[in-house]
């Protein structure tokens, strides 16, 4: 019954956010027109922005409670993760350069990883794709 | 009508990952195996296929993140590294973006 309810709440919560995602989206498309390279950056940052004032307000870490994955999958979700982080660093007692270094590092840990993966896949892609 | 694909799309991943979740998988190997499986699904279709149902719904996760690595790496490799710089750019934001709401968060508490 618990798994039940997490799982409804993981899609309710995350679809809300994918739903906020299309509205920063819209207005991405809207500012600096369809064919502008930077839509997906600007999307991008109004979620971190988004993730990264609701912890500060104490509202994502609520959301992470009741949604758990629902509000960790989105890029709002990795801000809310990096300033976990460096709150707990900070409360540990380190310095806010260390505390720094270890939001980052987090996210160098996941993106990093990710990444790798990523590069090794679209370069066999592409040697594949060349024969 | 869009909304309610992004809706869909989002809440689905994350039932997704909610599942591997309750199977005790930890919340850093979920997140870096689906940036991985992101990159897997551009060659199938797949992830162009999600994007169009689910638009930034889908473009704001973490899974789709592997499909941007992707093409940005591909894009390089053609000497536009445009697109490869303004993932890792959109990173750096989020990240500070973070950094900002911990210490923020840290303030407030310790003046109460």
Redesign the interface.
């Known amino acids: 019954m618990k798994?039940a309810k997490?799982?409804v709440f993981?899609?309710?919560?995350?679809?809300?956010?994918?739903?906020l995602?299309?509205?920063?989206?819209k207005l991405a498309l809207n500012l600096l027109g369809p064919s502008s390279?930077?839509i997906?950056?600007f999307?991008?940052?109004c979620?971190?922005?988004f993730?990264?004032?609701?912890?500060?307000v104490?509202f994502?870490q609520k959301l992470e409670q009741w949604?758990?994955?629902?509000a960790?999958?989105?890029?709002?979700?990795?801000?809310?993760?990096?300033?976990?982080?460096?709150?707990a660093a900070?409360?540990e007692g380190d310095s806010?350069v260390k505390?720094?270094g270890k939001?980052?590092k987090l996210?160098l840990?996941?993106?990093g990883?990710?990444?790798i993966?990523?590069?090794i896949?679209?370069?066999i892609?592409?040697i594949l794709f060349s024969l | 009508m869009e909304f309610i694909g992004a809706f869909i799309v989002a809440g689905l991943l994350c039932v997704a990952c909610q599942i591997a979740l309750e199977r005790k998988v930890s919340v850093p190997t979920i997140l870096i195996v689906g940036f991985a499986l992101g990159s897997l699904m551009v060659p199938m279709d797949w992830a162009a296929k999600l994007v169009e149902l689910g638009g930034a719904g889908m473009i704001t996760t973490i899974i789709d993140a592997g499909e941007g690595v992707f093409y940005g790496w591909t894009a390089l490799m053609d000497g536009e590294p445009l697109r490869f710089i303004t993932f890792f750019l959109a990173l750096g934001v989020v990240s500070l973006f973070g950094v900002i709401g911990g210490m923020g968060h840290y303030a407030l508490k310790k003046d109460k």
């Open positions: 798994i997490n799982l993981a899609f309710l919560i995350g679809g809300a956010l994918g739903a995602s299309q509205v920063f989206f390279p930077f997906c950056l999307t991008l940052a979620m971190g922005l993730g990264g004032l609701m912890y500060l104490g994502y949604g758990q994955f629902g960790f999958l989105n890029f709002s979700g990795l801000a809310s993760s990096v300033a976990m982080t460096v709150e900070k409360v806010t505390a720094i939001g980052l996210v840990g996941v993106a990883s990710g990444a993966a990523a590069i896949v679209a370069t892609d592409r």
